[in-house]
């Protein structure tokens, strides 16, 4: 079982960008994004429930960022808009088998290996 990320790129301040995260060999109750800048810890981002489509964003990137699931395809996306230098990091897709109130990193069990995503100003 792995996830798999794609869509990072480099994108001027204002622009778009979507990633997916592809997940090989099962679905998972929970599956979310969160972001890594140089020298900074693990921040959430987004998440989803599979069952139901409930969603949860962190304050800074809500009213900007969607998070979707494709049944069909078993992948889960995250529509980036209205971009930010402060939204440069490494996205990370993760998952796991339960539902919480918690949004931690420690709190996801498998992760993606991370795409880069870069906004200039």
């Known amino acids: 079982v792995q996830l798999v990320e794609s869509g990072g790129g480099l994108v001027q301040a204002g622009g778009s960008l979507r990633l997916s995260c592809a997940a090989s060999?099962?679905?998972?109750?929970?599956m979310g994004w969160f972001r890594q800048a140089p020298g900074k810890e693990h921040e959430f981002v987004a998440a989803?429930?599979?069952?139901?489509?409930?969603?949860r964003y962190a304050d800074s990137v809500k009213g900007r960022f969607t998070i979707s699931r494709d049944n069909a395809k078993n992948t889960v996306n995250l529509q980036m808009d209205s971009l930010k230098p402060e939204d440069t990091a490494v996205y990370y897709c993760?998952?796991?088998?339960?539902?919480?109130?918690?949004?931690?990193?420690?709190?996801?069990?498998?992760w993606g290996q991370g795409t880069q995503v870069t906004v200039s100003s």
């Open positions: 989803i429930i599979w069952s139901g489509g409930g969603t």
């Open positions: 993760a998952a796991r088998e339960y539902i919480s109130a918690s949004y931690s990193a420690p709190s996801f069990d498998l």
């Open positions: 060999g099962r679905t998972f109750r929970t």
